[in-house]
Each structure stands twice: as structure tokens, then as C-alpha cells.
Nanobody, 117 residues
Framework: QVQLVESGGGLVQAGGSLKLSCAAS????????WDWYRQAPGLQRELVAQ???????FCADSVKGRCSISRDSANNTVYLQMNSLKPEDTAVYYC???????????WGQGTQVTVSS
């Protein structure tokens, strides 16, 4: 089992930045990829960024150029840095982890990010 706890959300003005953290515990070595998802009211949950066990990273087109995902293996923490935030970035942001290449195996509880115009 893996437990994920997000932090770092809050209220920020448009154009500002936030760094979200995801603290992981449990069977970390089993994880193949770490994801950040977000879900805005009335919309489906969408993938924002991913980092895999080899360190390769991905940011969705909607945040590309404004997104950076990283991992601190020593502290079992995954970060999502978001810059030049827009009101449409307002959502609950979730940390997630996958053991294989398919579905998400573990979810965090989410952290709210609100961007004011």
C-alpha cells in the first residue's frame, strides 16, 4: 500500500505561482509513475503532469510551459510547480501513483487551488 498526502494549495492571483507537494509513504519502491491530476467543478478529472521512475516528465498541453514536475526521492515527495496561473487552473489537484502502466493505483485526498482574476 502507498499513502499520498498533498499540500501547498490555496488562493493565488492570476499570474502567480504555486508549488504543490505530495508526500508518499508505504511501498514506494513499487511505484512506476507519479501523476498530478486536477478536477474543476463540473468537469472530468484530467492529467496535468507525470514523472516516471526513470525521471522522464510530461506536462499536459493545457499547462505546458507553465508546469514543472519533480521528485525528491530522499524525502519521498513529488512536486508540481505551476507558474503564470490562470483562473482556469482553478481545481482540486490530486497526486496519484501507478504500479504498472495502466490505471492509477493510489490517489491522494486532493488540495484546492483557486486562482482569482
Amino acid at each position: 500500500q502507498v499513502q499520498l498526502v498533498e499540500s501547498g494549495g490555496g488562493l493565488v492571483q492570476a499570474g502567480g505561482s504555486l508549488k504543490l507537494s505530495c508526500a508518499a509513504s508505504g511501498n514506494i519502491l513499487s511505484i512506476n509513475a507519479w501523476d498530478w491530476y486536477r478536477q474543476a467543478p463540473g468537469l472530468q478529472r484530467e492529467l496535468v503532469a507525470q514523472i516516471n521512475s526513470h525521471g522522464s516528465t510530461f506536462c499536459a498541453d493545457s499547462v505546458k510551459g507553465r508546469c514543472s514536475i519533480s521528485r525528491d526521492s530522499a524525502n519521498n515527495t513529488v512536486y508540481l510547480q505551476m507558474n503564470s496561473l490562470k483562473p482556469e487552473d482553478t481545481a482540486v489537484y490530486y497526486c496519484a501513483a501507478k504500479v504498472g502502466l495502466g490505471n492509477i493505483d493510489y490517489w491522494g485526498q486532493g488540495t484546492q487551488v483557486t486562482v482569482s482574476s
